[in-house]
């Protein structure tokens, strides 16, 4: 069983590539973070090694070692388990040690590469010599939610499948159907989600996750109204936040734009798109008293400040001038 929620196409193309024997020796995985790419990964590296006639059967030793990480042919490397900044040649050097070696337990070696944009130059280049002449039995998985930060080579030596977040409606019935969420449960993580099941899954199992957000969004809220004294704070605390976790202040300015998103979608007419469905009189509330044309010009103003974040602007100055500029 495909544990790939949403996305049938591309599990019929690899089941179609599995029974015709025809499988590539690499893929590059391409999609959003949460869309799917880790499990589909872990699905073709099971369907791979499985033991039963309907790879991958989730039942057999291999399925289920592959599923708890434990299964010696299986690798992944990704910047979470090094805690580095990118994934460097002394990886790709030892994955290449290990794939010129036959399988151990099982028919296949599979090497799982998460966020594949953080190889460095020299990494690239070397994992593209193993790209260009892979040893017998072996598959590399490539994931990458930034594709254009992929050196070109790599990509061309892959076969690319792209996972796309799902539309609002498929994503609410796969909740409704295959988790018994209850509709407007269903709607509302369908929007958060943006289309990226694994973030659905994951709120359901841990509710932190909503509560987490929920704070953000009444935060969000409160700083619109707030005055410079209070923008300022928010900003400074931000920044210091920026210090110990990018990911984290990222994911707090994609949270701001889509608040100025929902805004100009409200004062438009079109609420029926709102993502923060469940926000909707505090968005209705605010724009009241805002025009278009400066929702529209903040939206700019806050791609333009996580575009400066990425870049190493000062953050303190970056977010201070976002939240100076706020109409
Ligand atoms: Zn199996």
């Known amino acids: ?29 391409v999609g959003p973070a949460h869309v799917g790419k880790s499990t589909l990964a872990r699905n073709l590296a099971q369907a791979v090694n499985c033991e039963s006639a309907d790879p991958p059967c989730q039942e057999c030793t291999s399925c289920r070692r592959i599923a708890a990480s434990k299964h010696s042919d299986v690798h992944t490397v990704d910047l979470l388990s090094l805690e580095k900044k990118e994934i460097g040649i002394r990886q790709i050097a030892e994955m290449q040690n290990v794939a010129h070696l036959p399988p151990f337990e099982g028919r ?13 130059h020299e990494a690239a280049n070397s994992l593209l010599k193993t790209l260009e002449e892979p040893p017998p039995n072996t598959l590399m998985i490539l994931l990458t939610a930034r594709e254009s930060a992929l050196l070109p080579t790599i990509a061309s030596r892959c076969q690319r499948v792209e996972l796309r977040p799902l539309p609002l409606q498929a994503m609410t019935d796969l909740l409704v159907k295959d988790y018994r969420v209850a509709p407007e449960k269903a709607d509302l993580l369908a929007r958060l989600s ?26 969000i809220a409160s700083i619109c109204s ?25 994911g707090i300015l994609g949270m701001w734009l889509e608040w100025w998103r929902d805004l100009l979608l ?57 939240m ?3 109409p």
């Open 266 to 322: 409200v004062k438009c007419g079109n609420g029926q798109w709102v993502i923060n469905a469940d926000q909707k009189a505090r968005l209705l509330a605010q724009a009241e008293k805002l025009a278009p044309k400066s929702v529209a010009a903040f939206l700019r103003d806050i791609a333009a400040a996580g575009e400066q974040l990425e870049l190493n602007a000062n953050p303190r100055l970056a977010l201070e001038v976002l």
């Open 194 to 219: 943006r289309g990226c099941p694994g973030w659905a899954i994951a709120a359901l199992r841990d509710e932190a996750i909503l509560s987490d957000r929920e704070q953000r969004m009444a935060e």
């Open 226 to 250: 707030a005055g410079t004294p209070d923008r300022l704070a928010y900003a400074a605390d931000l920044a210091a936040l920026f210090s110990k976790s990018r990911d984290k202040v990222a």
């Open 1 to 29: 069983m495909w544990e790939l929620a949403g996305h049938s196409r591309a599990i019929r193309l690899f089941q179609q590539s599995l029974s015709s024997g025809q499988l590539s020796h690499a893929y590059l995985l």
């Open 108 to 120: 296949c070696k599979v090497f799982i590469f998460d966020r594949a944009e953080m190889l460095s």
């Open 324 to 326: 100076l500029r706020m």
